[in-house]
């Protein structure tokens, strides 16, 4: 019971840092049959391969995508990568929570789109099968913290070609911490350690919790490392109708439900939020890999107009 009130306590706090005001803009929502939706109205070792040439749409703008936390529902944001990849359009800034933070440490650290999609047919589903029954967590991050390290390597957020950052959650304080430098696999343990699931992660004697707690989809981090316009990715959506008995499936669900204020919230800031089409996708559902990132694929090439417009003209 304390567990869960210190949860909603940390989810609280975590809105009431979110509503720090930021310019008034008006976003650009894409649902998953392709509408726009404005304003709430509906209308109209890695890096082994250079990435494909790419143009500065922005020119002197910058742009950037805020990938959100979702379990294996963040396999989509690889689909998604890999259009605006093909498309030539530049990414200046990737922030990511949760599992966003996986997928954008990884591109940043040099694996394009292909490669991210060959690593995540080899993904081993026994990363988060070995159980460490105790008072505060139950898998174990160690496999996981290998994995990363093994891709990753050592390095460090600062010294990676993509400006990167990575959002977690101070345990004591309730708030954000936006990861700008430092060791690449830490902070996105810490990102994910998702409170009940994974115990929490010590960073210079702090401990972190899930940055899904306060940033669901971090476009406020975004805007903070000095983005002009930001593209939301949101992976979040529940279920619709899927009735569950395996109780990380459900905690996994429950932690989206308690987000969705905060979430919300974040999403009005953005320019552009794209959100493939999940409902009947599973926080747990491993084996939808390949079908998952075909998905973010789709929602971002039937809105790839829109985000040259939205780059061309947003003032």
């Given at each position: 019971?304390k567990?869960?009130?210190?949860i ?21 929502v ?7 939706i404005?304003?709430?109205?509906i209308?109209?070792?890695p ?15 910058k742009?950037a ?8 529902k963040g396999f ?11 498309a030539?359009i ?20 040099g694996?394009?789109g ?5 690593l ?7 990363l ?8 505060i ?9 290998k ?7 050592n ?20 708030e954000?911490?936006l ?18 699931l994974?115990?929490p ?11 899904g ?12 490392m000095g983005?002009d ?7 979040s ?14 905690l ?12 919300s ?14 409902k009947?996708?599973?926080a747990?559902?491993f ?25 061309q003209?947003?003032?």
């Open positions: 019971m567990v869960f009130s210190k909603l306590w940390l989810l609280l706090m975590g809105l009431v840092a979110c509503t720090t005001p930021l310019p008034n803009r008006e976003p650009v894409i649902d998953a049959q392709g509408r726009v404005l304003g709430g109205a209308g109209g070792a890096g082994r391969h250079a990435p494909p040439p790419s143009h500065d749409i922005a020119k002197t703008k742009f995508v805020a990938l959100g936390g979702g379990a294996v989509a944001h690889i689909g998604v990568l890999q259009v605006l990849e093909e030539g530049k990414v200046h800034i990737l922030v990511g929570t949760s599992s966003g933070s996986m997928i954008a440490a990884l591109y940043a650290a694996y394009h292909q490669e991210l999609q060959q995540a047919d080899q993904w081993d589903d026994g988060f099968s070995q159980w460490l029954l105790s008072r967590g139950l898998i174990r991050s160690n496999p996981l913290e994995y990363l390290r093994d891709k990753i390597k390095q460090k957020i600062e010294d990676l070609p993509i400006n990167l950052g990575i959002v977690a959650t101070h345990l004591s304080l309730g954000g911490k990861f700008r430098n430092g060791d690449v696999t830490q902070a996105v343990l810490a990102s994910s350690a998702v409170p009940g994974f115990r992660v010590m960073i210079d004697r702090i401990e972190y919790l899930d940055g707690l306060t940033s669901p989809v971090p476009v406020k981090y975004a805007f903070e983005a316009v930001v593209m939301a990715v949101d992976v959506q529940h279920p619709n109708g899927n009735v569950s008995t395996d109780m990380l499936p459900i996994l669900d429950t932690f989206d439900i308690m987000g969705k204020s905060i979430l919230w974040e999403l009005k800031q953005a320019q552009l939020v794209i959100r493939p089409e999940l009947d996708v599973s747990y559902d084996h939808k890999r390949a079908d998952l990132i075909q998905r973010g694929r789709r929602a971002m090439q039937e809105h790839l107009p829109k985000l040259r417009t939205i780059l003209h947003n003032p």
